[in-house]
């Protein structure tokens, strides 16, 4: 099963860039490349796949946050990986 890594880049409420991929690799080499500046958010979303919850039925497995500084977005990208 791959995880597929997805990140938005929100400055001034406005979408200004998106990636979505199942490669590390090409994922952290965009993470790299982004400035972070006082109005910049990124949302980070890791999906795992889908599985049965508590009551039977299909639910997607992810982790998801929004981050406004690099040192939280790579401590939260280095959680999500453990799993």
């Known amino acids: 099963m791959k995880k597929n890594y997805t990140f938005k880049i929100y ?3 406005n979408i200004v860039s ?3 991929t199942h490669s590390v690799r090409r994922f952290l080499n ?3 490349t982004i400035n972070f500046s006082k109005h910049t958010k ?5 999906a ?7 009551f039977g039925k299909v639910a997607p497995d ?4 929004y981050f406004g ?3 939280d977005l790579l ?3 280095e959680a999500f990986n453990e799993i």
């Open 75 to 77: 401590q939260a990208m």
């Open 62 to 65: 992810c982790n998801e946050g």
């Open 42 to 46: 990124v949302y980070l979303k890791v």
């Open 11 to 13: 400055k001034s409420r």
């Open 30 to 32: 965009h993470l790299r």
């Open 18 to 20: 998106r990636l979505s």
């Open 69 to 71: 500084f690099r040192q």
């Open 48 to 54: 795992y796949g889908k599985s049965l919850d508590n």
